[in-house]
Every structure is written in C-alpha cells, then in structure tokens.
C-alpha cells in the first residue's frame, strides 16, 4: 500500500511531486462527453484528496484539458502545485465550415500543428499559460516523438532532430533562466525514451502505458538508465488505457483500442491471481510502478470525482506479498522487478 499525499523527489531536480497524480487526457472528451462543471469538479476532488502533482497537454481536447485543469487550480497556492504540460503541438482556429481531415471528435474547434522548432516551444508554451491562466509551469515534456505516434520511420527521425536541434535548446534555455523547473520527454516508448536521455539532459519522463502489471520491457535498458542518471519517471496510463481496470472483459482497451487477444489472455491470467488473493486488479496495477526506484509518481486519469476517488483508495490497499510471488512464479511478471513491500 501506498500514501498517495506522500511526496518524492523527481530525480535530481528540486521538485517534490505527490506520489499520486492526475493526468487530465481523459477530461478532454476525445474518449466521452464530459460537462465542464464535472470536469472541473474532477479536478478539484483531487486537489482536496491532497494531490499535487497535475499533468496537461495542448493536444489533449485541443486545449479543453489545460483550460479545465486551470479552471480548478489557477486560484490555489502555487507554490504548493507541481504543474506539467507538453509541448510540440501549437493550436490555430479552424474556419467557419471547414473539416480538417483526422481532427479527433470531442476536442474544441482548434486543429493542431506540429512544431519542434525552438520558436514553436515559446508559441505553445505561451499558449499552454493562457489556457492555464497561470504565470508558470513546472515541467514541460516534449510530447509524442515516437513511432507509436508518427507510424513513419522517417517521420520519427525528422522530429527527434528538430527536438534535439531546435525545441530542446529553448527548453535548456528556458531552464536555465529558471522560467520553467524541469524539462522531459513524454513518449508511449520505453526506447525512444531511453535515446532522448542518452541525447541530452533531461531531468524526467512520462512513460505512458510502458512499464506496468502487465508489461515491463522498459527493465531492458529505459529504467536502469534512469537510476544511474538520476532521471525522474512518472508512470502514465498505468491501467493501460484501462484493460488493467476493467479486467479482460467484452470492450476492454489497450493503447485506446480494443485490446488484442495476448493482451486479454495475459490480463485474465493476472486477473485470476489478483482474486485468488482478494485483491481487485486495478489496485495491484496502481501499486506496482511505485515500487520502482527511479518512479516519483503515477498520474492515472479519472472522468469522474467517484473515479479519481476509487484510485486513491485502492492505492491505499494491502496487497499481500504472497500476490506477487505468484505472479512471478507463473511467468507473469518480470523477476526483475521490484515490488510493493
């Protein structure tokens, strides 16, 4: 069991972040409609639940989510906030009765461009404040420089020169003129990761969907990297886009698809244990990346005040040791990796 209030340092930077998140990607309304009243609510549930750790990014609802985030935060005590969002995509308007082709459903009517260029990190971080209402941010994470994004080899290799040559430049600037505490990599891929932390200095990285109950390849080369470098993890989408909540059932997702046979195979096998052991998965899903060293926090989402809730309750849960030993034992979990205690 974890104290989700309780706070780590991420990596070596000054930052102390709540070992329980909140990423707002869900409370943008690509997935479902969500009211701004409930949004905000969602927001400020997990604030007075004593986290303190928010995450945001200009593509999630093509600006919604950092407008709502800043809605419920943007008049608490700053200091006391660890505020992240990302940079790579800036937003324009789209024209009166004008369809974008690949514009994704539910967001605001803005359609964004993609910008690695050293101006384009002022453009969408200027935005991103504005949106925020805020003077500042904590981190920000150079955002979907993977081929799980792009899909295209050359693409990939294009934008991670454009970062490294134009958008981490102004980013090490902008931390050196203390306008921003923390810059990272905020990637769906534990290797590309592992090649922007070997590229330059960066202090952390969200690594989405990678190192959880139900994979950790990212134990390989990405999480050995980070301890010896002392780089900050924070581990999103630790449900994996939710099969890890729902369990292998009809509808579940996985990378925000319907999930494979391999992964529901995988995911019903864990499930067993877990009721073997009377432990609902989620909550072995939300406890297990803490365990690692190199992880500050998990930021797991919620569309709902009763969703957030439940997560911080379940991180709350024991989960008895004889749990993880099982898994191990039948091949469902890398020995590799460290675990709750």
Known sequence: MFDPTARR???RTALSVTRFGFGTAPLAGFRTTIPERDAIATVEAA???GVRLFDSSPY????RAELRMGAALRDRARDD???STKIGRW???VPRNTEIAGMRRGGLNFYPTFDYSYDGVRRSLDQSLLRLGMDRVDIVFVHDVDFWTTGDRLVLE???SEVMNGAYRALADLRSQGVIGAIGVGLNEADMS???VRAGDFDCVLLAGRYTLLEQRALDDF???CETRGVGVVIGGPLNSGVLATGARQGAKYDYNDAPAWVMNRVARIEAVCARHDTPIAAAALQFPLAHPAVAAIIPGAVSREEMQGNFALLRRPIPAALWEELRTLGLLDPRAPVPA
């Open 91 to 93: 937003m324009t308007p």
């Open 47 to 49: 604030y007075d639940a």
């Open 9 to 11: 340092r991420l990596g």
């Open 194 to 196: 592992a090649r922007f």
């Open 81 to 83: 906030l660890v505020v």
């Open 223 to 225: 999480m050995p990297l």
């Open 60 to 63: 999630y609802g093509y600006g």
């Open 158 to 160: 294009t934008r991670f």
